[in-house]
């Protein structure tokens, strides 16, 4: 109470002041509302994009003409006779000359993607998480697979040649969130449009 009581002597002797601060503080409020009333706020959406297609495998998978030796599809285990027979069907659905490659432990595949340039040559591993006792075993009713990809972009257009290779799968959001819609394409850009152009989600289809 004594601190309102000084406040308000001394507002009464510099009333001056206390009319220009009550002034200022309607001419603000006044031309925030007047701003939101005049400007036109451009509204965006909702869009309904079309279904992204899985069927189609994309051309540079077929083609890899931006690597002189042909794609690997790797796989673990090795000594599994229907586990390579699983792969040897999704490289005939991918492509042809691609080359399948077996590891017989997990280990042993991390140990061959860290020698130069081989990261770059594989497409996918397929790991199969189960201990297999013989070569001719079949498989379990619960089959427990994972694939696993390298950080190297398979695929890079004219606008990301200078993008740094990031899957970026730690941001649901692009790191600088621009003006308006995210992106106009039906993959949504970036960072979802890394999962569907750089075949996150053809592998498992074929």
Do not use: C
Request: aromatic share 14%.
């Amino acid at each position: 109470m004594i601190l309102l009581w000084k406040n308000f002597i001394l507002k009464r002797r510099q009333w001056i002041t206390l009319v220009v601060e009550v002034i200022l503080t309607f001419i603000f409020g006044a031309t925030v509302l007047a701003t939101r009333y005049f400007i036109i706020i451009k509204r965006f959406g909702p869009y309904d994009f079309a279904t992204l297609s899985i069927n189609h495998v994309p051309s540079y998978i077929r083609a890899p003409v931006n690597l002189s030796h042909p794609w690997e599809l790797a796989y673990v285990p090795s000594k599994s006779t229907v586990v390579r027979d699983i792969v040897e069907n999704v490289k005939q659905g991918l492509n042809t000359n691609m080359k399948v490659v077996g590891f017989p432990t997990e280990g042993a595949f991390e140990d061959y993607v860290r020698q130069k340039n081989n990261s770059k040559r594989v497409l996918a591993a397929i790991v199969f998480n189960h201990n297999f006792k013989k070569s001719d075993d079949p498989l379990p009713l619960q089959v427990d697979y994972y694939l696993r990809f390298s950080g190297f972009y398979k695929h890079t257009s004219k606008g990301e040649l200078y993008i740094r290779d990031d899957w970026k799968t730690n941001f649901l959001f692009p790191p600088v969130s621009p003006v308006g819609p995210r992106n106009y394409d039906a993959n949504g850009g970036s960072p979802g449009e890394q999962i569907f152009d750089h075949t996150y989600l053809n592998i498992p289809v074929v």
